[in-house]
């Protein structure tokens, strides 16, 4: 099993839609947990960082965690064509001498059709 | 991306061949990383840096080597290169996560 698993879609939506990206883990040990966008030919920007469980919010962005069932979901309301792109979720933990490296999901590429 | 500067764009090289990857950042972070992107296997670290002076392998570190020049520049080299190494190759900084990443290099390893 990958430490972290992420439907690569494509995944089409209609504009106005409410968009829900989903990763799951197996490392219980990991307590951050980051959502970075990439726009094609571009490199990811990090989007939205959260600690340990609970919803975080930031505009139009929902990040939840749920680390009971070990999975981590993006949320974007009122979608935008400018959404279209890959989103990439990424975790890691904290260790004594600063924190471990990130592990990305694969990624899931989103359209937004006008 | 203003803050992370990645030269050059795009690289055609022979296997065997070497080169070295720049990266320059003017954020002030102390944390620098190198990932690659392949299709279908996301981003992988190769290497990383906390802070100037100190370097350590990542994920996929066998055939590269790398340069904390100073804060602000952190090199990656390809010795020999091999068609393995076909990859896009980003560069990132950050404080105590990878924030801020540049567009990338395209090297293709005929």
């Given at each position: 099993?990958?430490?972290?698993?992420?439907?690569?879609?494509?995944?089409?939506?209609?504009?106005?839609?409410?968009?829900s990206?989903?990763?799951?883990?197996?490392n219980?040990?990991?307590?951050?947990?980051?959502?970075?966008?990439?726009?094609?030919?571009?490199?990811?920007?990090?989007?939205?960082?959260?600690?340990?469980?609970?919803?975080?919010?930031?505009?139009?962005?929902?990040?939840?965690?749920?680390?009971?069932?070990?999975?981590?979901?993006?949320?974007?309301?009122?979608?935008?064509?400018?959404d279209?792109?890959?989103?990439?979720?990424?975790?890691?933990?904290?260790?004594?001498?600063?924190?471990?490296?990130?592990?990305?999901?694969?990624?899931?590429?989103?359209?937004?059709?006008? | 991306?203003?803050?992370?500067?990645?030269?050059?764009?795009?690289?055609?090289?022979?296997?065997?061949?070497?080169?070295?990857?720049?990266?320059?950042?003017?954020?002030?972070?102390?944390?620098?990383?190198?990932?690659?992107?392949?299709?279908?296997?996301?981003?992988?670290?190769?290497?990383?840096?906390?802070?100037?002076?100190?370097?350590?392998?990542?994920?996929?570190?066998?055939?590269?080597?790398?340069?904390?020049?100073?804060?602000?520049?952190?090199?990656?080299?390809?010795?020999?290169?091999?068609?393995?190494?076909?990859?896009?190759?980003?560069?990132?900084?950050?404080?105590?996560?990878?924030?801020?990443?540049?567009?990338?290099?395209?090297?293709?390893?005929?």
């Amino acid at each position: 099993q990958k430490e972290v698993e992420q439907d690569p879609g494509p995944l089409s939506v209609p504009e106005g839609a409410i968009v829900s990206l989903n990763c799951t883990y197996s490392n219980s040990a990991f307590q951050y947990f980051m959502w970075y966008r990439q726009y094609s030919r571009k490199g990811p920007e990090l989007l939205m960082y959260t600690y340990s469980s609970g919803n975080k919010e930031d505009g139009r962005f929902t990040a939840q965690v749920d680390k009971s069932s070990k999975y981590i979901s993006l949320f974007i309301r009122d979608s935008q064509p400018s959404d279209s792109a890959t989103y990439l979720c990424a975790m890691n933990l904290r260790a004594v001498r600063g924190n471990t490296p990130l592990v990305f999901g694969k990624g899931t590429r989103l359209s937004v059709i006008a | 991306n203003a803050g992370v500067t990645q030269t050059p764009k795009f690289q055609v090289l022979k296997t065997g061949q070497s080169m070295t990857l720049q990266c320059a950042q003017d954020m002030n972070h102390n944390s620098m990383y190198w990932y690659r992107q392949d299709p279908g296997m996301g981003l992988r670290l190769i290497y990383y840096s906390a802070s100037e002076g100190t370097t350590d392998k990542g994920e996929v570190p066998n055939g590269y080597n790398v340069s904390r020049l100073n804060k602000r520049e952190f090199s990656l080299r390809l010795e020999s290169a091999a068609p393995s190494q076909t990859s896009v190759y980003f560069c990132a900084t950050g404080r105590e996560q990878p924030q801020h990443f540049g567009d990338g290099t395209r090297l293709s390893i005929l």
